[in-house]
């Protein structure tokens, strides 16, 4: 069974930046499409960017698209969420998910990943 394990959260300053990264176990991580998801206090979680199985495609959320970047190293079983210009209302608990079924995907949708990590924490201070 894939465990994923996010790291790289942490207390930041408006107009900062943080790069999350999510390590994957399992010889099979290449072959997943993976997103990053994120979940504020009283908020449910939301998408924010996915990545199909060869990193050659990728999909934002609007709140994000601009600012983020997702990107991956096969190599190395790591899918990576690089947040620049990071507002405060970006805090949250953020999460990486495993989509195994369909390695092109691009989804937005919760329920098309089947394996999640237990989230790293991101707080952006005003």
């Known amino acids: 069974q894939v465990q994923l394990v996010e790291s790289g959260g942490g207390l930041v300053q408006a107009g900062g930046s943080l790069r999350l990264s999510c390590a994957a176990s399992g010889r099979t991580f290449s072959s997943y499409a993976m997103g990053w998801f994120r979940q504020a206090p009283g908020k449910e979680r939301e998408f924010i960017a996915a990545i199909n199985w060869s990193g050659g495609n990728t999909y934002y959320a609007d709140s994000v698209k601009g600012r983020f970047s997702i990107s991956r190293d096969n190599a190395k079983n790591t899918v990576y969420l690089q947040m620049n210009s990071l507002k405060p209302e970006d805090t949250a608990v953020y999460y990486c998910?495993?989509?195994?079924?369909?390695?092109?995907?691009?989804?937005?949708?919760?329920?098309?990943?089947?394996?999640w990590g237990q989230g790293t924490q991101v707080t952006v201070s005003s």
């Open positions: 998910a495993a989509d195994q079924r369909r390695s092109w995907a691009l989804s937005r949708d919760i329920a098309e990943y089947d394996i």
